[in-house]
């Protein structure tokens, strides 16, 4: 396959997902698509790739911000990879993906993801979370990668049968 390049839009709270293609041919039309913070999600510009999360073949993507409905609670939503250009929407992410949020939030703290491997050697990638700020000691947790991660809205980090480890200093 292609590379994918991931665009952040600040003025629209969205990044575009942009399909790689072969350069020695004509550029195809514009292809790919769009992941809206939607009406409750403030995304913060955090994005980063995934890597294939949940094995399907398809690198995914990482999005890192807050959630209003949860009380401007830290939330990072992967979004799985796709082939088609339909939108997603962070706040009603439903089976395209799901959201972590910590199990000890706080306002103002910086929220950091990032692809971490595959970290615990199962084949599957792992991501990488960090959390400072708000006078709390920094922690950070690797979510390690499912074949069937969990399709739900939000789940609490840690919990609900994530599997992971965490520093806390």
């Known amino acids: 396959g292609f590379s994918d390049v991931i665009l952040w839009r600040r003025s629209e709270d969205a990044a575009h997902i942009s399909f790689g293609y072969d350069t020695a041919l004509v550029p195809p039309e514009p292809s790919g698509f769009l992941i809206q913070a939607g009406e409750t999600v403030n995304s ?17 993507i990482l999005i890192g911000g807050s959630d209003s409905s949860a009380g401007m609670q830290t939330v990072a939503h992967l979004v799985y990879g796709k082939a088609e250009g339909v939108p997603v929407s962070l706040d009603q992410i439903g089976n395209l993906g799901f959201a972590i949020t910590s199990e000890e939030d706080a306002l103002g703290v910086a929220l950091r993801v990032s692809a971490a491997g595959d970290a615990n050697g199962d084949g599957l990638s792992d991501i990488l979370l960090g959390w400072l700020g708000s006078g709390l000691p920094a922690k950070s947790a ?9 399709q739900s809205t939000y789940q609490t980090f840690l919990r609900n049968g994530f599997s992971s480890w965490r520093a806390v200093g």
């Open 142 to 150: 690797v979510v390690f990668g499912e074949a069937r991660p969990p």
């Open 44 to 60: 913060r510009g955090i994005v980063a790739s995934a890597g294939d999360f949940n094995a399907d073949g398809l690198g995914d």
